[in-house]
């Protein structure tokens, strides 16, 4: 009889096998003989479900990198050996599949490969920006403060993120608490109002007749609705994550209004100080421009600065190709990065746009926050009071007040 079996050894690696016993029992055994702690232990063929539902739990999330950096960077600024360094890391690590990871890239660089190498083999944890600061490191000698860089880089945007994140749970829980009146009002308030006042035979309200079309119309048809808007919505995300689905998508949502210039100053600021980094890291202009456009994060800025990319390969300068699209390039960005070829400082022009759009996004932000609470207040409690207007004025009439 076979098993498959995941287990880990003395220095905490996971293995992964196939071990032919007369029982389950005698498997386990046998695999504690050879000094194996078992995680899991199944038949031949049959994957422990348990094991599928942990993976669900082993996402690496971008404070998980921040500290790995943080931490590799103290460490080897304190001259411990790399390979030493990463199993250290690697046992205090919680998240197993970071933990895992980060094994495997201490055995490859055991092996004798390079750190940016090795990393480059986990491009879902580490991006192409992130191991090209490393290899930037490597060369120059500086990998500690390529590693520090790139902890403080993460988490500022982690920072962003989730305060932006934060910032969006009031909103949804507001939508959702009137989402759940609506549906209690449409499928149990309205049908019943609707038999009492159907009994007293008078004139109905427009408001209420309206109201009471549409709690019929949601109980006889709600089920198709839903079942259509759902199917819109996934035929929508799967567009959209379609190259061409994607560039329409980036390209309409710069346009909309507020949402639209907030992103725009994140897209500006990122793409200046990854700019600025890479060029100050000694990568050349054209692949630093390269790994640049991969991680903007928006179609039409990566378009963009491949086309830079392009022109400056002929001889042009960055600055005049900017000025070509200052509908996504302001003035004073062009102007900066016109300065800093000049006098031979991109990367410190770059830096100081960083710095004014990074205060600009902060300020976008709390203005963003100061806005949408107070509207969607009054635009959901405006439907609220709607609907308890339609019930409240044939009541209203029947008291004959």
Same mark, same amino acid.
């Given at each position: ?10 220095? %905490?690696?996971?293995?992964? %096998? ?123 000698? !500086?990998?500690? %403060?390529?590693?520090? +860089? ?49 009994? !007293? ?65 994140? +897209? ?32 039409? +800025? ?40 000049? !006098? ?58």
């Amino acid at each position: 009889m076979k098993f498959n079996y995941q287990a880990r050894n003395k220095k %905490g690696d996971i293995q992964i %096998g196939t071990v032919e016993a007369s029982s389950r029992e005698a498997a386990l055994s046998l695999l504690q003989k050879n000094n194996l702690f078992i995680t899991s232990l199944e038949k031949a063929g049959a994957i422990p479900f348990y094991y599928k539902k942990i993976k669900l739990f082993e996402r690496v999330s971008k404070r998980d990198i921040v500290n790995f950096s943080r931490q590799l960077a103290l460490m080897f600024k304190s001259k411990i050996p790399l390979v030493q360094a990463l199993g250290s890391i690697a046992e205090q690590t919680k998240n197993p599949g970071l933990k895992e990871s980060i094994l495997a890239i201490s055995k490859e660089v055991e092996g004798g490969a390079r750190f940016s190498q090795a990393l480059s083999g986990y491009p879902k944890l580490f991006s192409k920006f992130y191991v090209s600061m490393v290899k930037s490191g490597e060369i120059s000698g !500086t990998l500690s %403060g390529s590693l520090t +860089y790139l902890a403080d880089h993460l988490e500022k945007e982690y920072y962003l993120q989730s305060k932006i994140q934060g910032a969006m749970i009031y909103p949804i829980l507001i939508v959702v608490v009137v989402v759940g009146v609506l549906v209690m009002m449409m499928y149990f308030v309205i049908p019943n109002m609707t038999k009492v006042l159907t009994e !007293t035979g008078q004139e109905l309200p427009l408001l209420t007749k309206i109201v009471i079309n549409l709690s019929n119309f949601s109980r006889a048809w709600g089920w198709a609705v839903l079942l259509f808007f759902i199917g819109l919505l996934v035929a929508f995300f799967r567009y959209i994550k379609t190259l061409e689905g994607k560039r329409i998508k980036d390209r309409v949502i710069l346009r909309a209004p507020v949402i639209g210039s907030f992103l725009k100053m994140i +897209y500006l600021s990122r793409f200046a100080e990854n700019l600025s980094v890479l060029i100050k890291g000694g990568l050349p202009i054209s692949q630093s421009l390269e790994i640049t456009g991969e991680i903007v994060g928006n179609e039409v +800025y990566r378009d963009i600065i491949s086309e830079i990319k392009e022109e400056v390969g002929r001889g042009e300068k960055i600055s005049s190709v900017l000025s070509e699209h200052s509908r996504y390039f302001p003035p004073l960005l062009t102007q900066m990065v016109s300065v800093g070829e000049k !006098t031979g400082t991109l990367d410190e022009s770059l830096m100081n746009v960083v710095e004014f759009y990074q205060k600009e996004v902060e300020r976008a932000i709390n203005n963003l926050l100061s806005i949408i609470e107070p509207v969607m207040v009054i635009v959901l409690g405006g439907i609220v009071a709607g609907l308890m207007g339609a019930v409240m004025l044939p009541l209203y009439k029947m008291g004959g007040i």
